[in-house]
Every structure is written in C-alpha cells, then in structure tokens.
C-alpha cells in the first residue's frame, strides 16, 4: 500500500511516517524530510530527531 506525501502530494512506498506526541500524523517522502521547507516537514524533521518514527503498518487505532 502506498502512502502519500502530505508535503508534495506524491505517492511513494518508501515515505515515512511519524505520530506526534498530541496524536497528529505526518506522511512524508525522504526527499521532502531532507530537503523541504514547509512547516509539516520542518515538524516532521524534529520527529525524526525524537525518534516518533513508524515502522512498517502500525494498528489500527480508533
Ligand atoms: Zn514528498
């Protein structure tokens, strides 16, 4: 299942996906966390640094 990057749109396998600590979820591309400028990267970013990286499906959560 492919997700897609809430930076540029695209659907890409290989996005990342972070839960923030108030419960909002990020999906981003590796090329948006490296090198984007807009503000859901820029959080996403500081996800990544507090280790709030999803690996693979996580369930489902109500
Ligand atoms: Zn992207």
Redesign the pocket.
Known sequence: MKRQ??????K?GS?NRYILKNGQEIT??????AF?NDET?KIARQAHKEGLLVKGDIKRQK
Do not use: D, H, M, T
Request: hydrophobic share 25%.
């Open positions: 990057c809430q930076v540029c749109g695209q890409n996005c981003i591309c590796p090329s948006c966390l984007s990267a």
